[in-house]
């Protein structure tokens, strides 16, 4: 029998249910349930404008601003900049420009605000700038190297900062995850095996155990309490506002995984079966977006199962509609990489560096500029 399901205690459901009212009050957009909803495009077939760049100076798209504006990062070795890109008109507006190396990249959930890691001289800075390119902060920080951050979506004044460690001594590699009050400009150090832990609501996070029992937890920043496992089974998780979806092993199919969505968290019950990928043994952690509370849910699907170590595989763009626990294939896509949906659910970016885009009415996968020979 399939192992799933989270052990509530009274405590945590207390919890989780202040969580919830948090994010009742926001406006919930949904689907009624078994229908798929098509949106009409308020563009029309409006054709996407090419990004009129030397490609050479491209590093990465960092996510959407708007419905048709994206935020790009271009630079070389002397200088880096943000600019915005309107998908539509092609036009390029540059917002921020440093002579020093940005290495990480990440916009707060009101699209607002930029966060950034700059390193000079191998000094690192954590920056903050308005979407306009005005800098309100600059803090140092200790460690010369990427960096992955977090920022709670419910507060602007909180930011997980998290990298490996290598000990040469002793040969070993841990893991520092901080807790950064934006406010306060302080650093906390949080004992949390993972390098990627996640906000769930202002105070509330969660990880996967990267370094021990592999196992999904859940913690409080403000209680200094050891952090609770609430499901052992989950390898990998997706979440975005309220709306979870955990991975899990088949025990029933050797060669499948089950997609657990929960919405909200830790009170939904819908599965969908997928081929399993491996590394290691292991599943591999698979790319989903959605953009709007109870939107759309987008992955990258494999199209049957295979291990990395022996194969390459290949993937599809997949609508997840968890209600009918049914997936709708969209596209072929080469590789497990990252994918961005646009606010209005219209426009999807695709790629290592979100260097694709497709219009989700009429699917293509588009490159944004062209390679220069």
């Known amino acids: 029998m399939i192992k799933k399901r989270f052990h509530y205690i009274d405590g945590i459901l207390r919890l989780i249910c202040c969580c919830l009212f948090l994010f009742a009050c926001s406006t919930e957009k949904s689907e009624a349930p078994g229908e798929e909803q098509e949106q009409t495009s308020n563009n029309g077939n409006?054709?996407?404008?090419?990004?009129?760049?030397?490609?050479?100076?491209?590093?990465?798209v960092v996510g959407w601003l708007d419905n048709e504006t994206?935020?790009?990062?271009?630079?070389?070795?002397?200088?880096?900049?943000?600019?915005?890109?309107?998908?539509?008109?092609?036009?390029i507006n540059q917002i921020y420009s440093v002579d020093s190396f940005i290495l990480t990249v990440e916009l707060n959930q009101a699209k607002n605000k930029i966060l950034l890691q700059e390193i000079k001289n191998e000094q690192t800075s954590f920056k903050i700038v308005t979407s306009e390119g005005n800098l309100i902060q600059s803090t140092e920080f200790e460690f010369a190297s990427y960096v992955n951050f977090h920022w709670n979506p419910l507060s602007n004044n909180t930011v997980f900062v998290s990298h490996y460690s290598f000990d040469p001594e002793s040969e070993t590699e841990t893991i520092n995850v901080y807790n950064w009050d934006i406010e306060n400009d302080s650093f906390s150090r949080k004992k949390i095996p993972s390098l990627?832990?996640?906000?769930?609501?202002?105070?509330?996070?969660?990880?996967?155990?990267e370094m021990n029992d592999g196992g999904l937890y859940i913690g409080d920043i403000r209680k200094d309490k050891q952090d609770m496992m609430i499901n052992q089974d989950i390898s990998n998780f997706y979440i975005n506002q309220d709306t979870f979806i955990g991975l899990v092993e088949s025990d029933i199919t050797e060669n499948e995984v089950l997609l657990f969505h929960e919405y909200p968290f830790l009170l939904g019950d819908k599965v969908i079966s997928i081929p399993k990928v491996?590394?290691?043994d292991k599943p591999i952690k698979l790319n989903f977006t959605q953009s709007a509370r109870n939107g759309k849910i987008y992955g990258v699907i494999p199209n049957?199962?295979?291990?990395?170590?022996?194969?390459l595989g290949s993937y599809h763009l997949s609508r997840l509609n968890f209600q009918k626990e049914a997936r709708h294939d969209i596209l072929e896509l080469p590789e497990n990489a990252p994918i961005a949906l646009s606010p209005d659910e219209e426009h999807l970016l695709y790629g290592w560096r979100l260097e694709n885009i497709v219009d989700l009415s009429d699917p293509e996968l588009i490159e944004l500029l062209e390679i220069l020979n």
């Open 70 to 91: 994206l935020l790009v990062h271009i630079g070389d070795s002397e200088t880096q900049q943000l600019v915005t890109f309107d998908i539509f008109t092609g036009n």
């Open 278 to 280: 491996t590394m290691n």
């Open 196 to 209: 990627s832990p996640k906000w769930y609501t202002e105070n509330i996070y969660l990880y996967v155990d």
């Open 46 to 60: 409006q054709e996407l404008a090419s990004l009129d760049i030397d490609y050479r100076l491209f590093q990465k």
């Open 304 to 311: 049957q199962s295979f291990v990395v170590e022996e194969e």
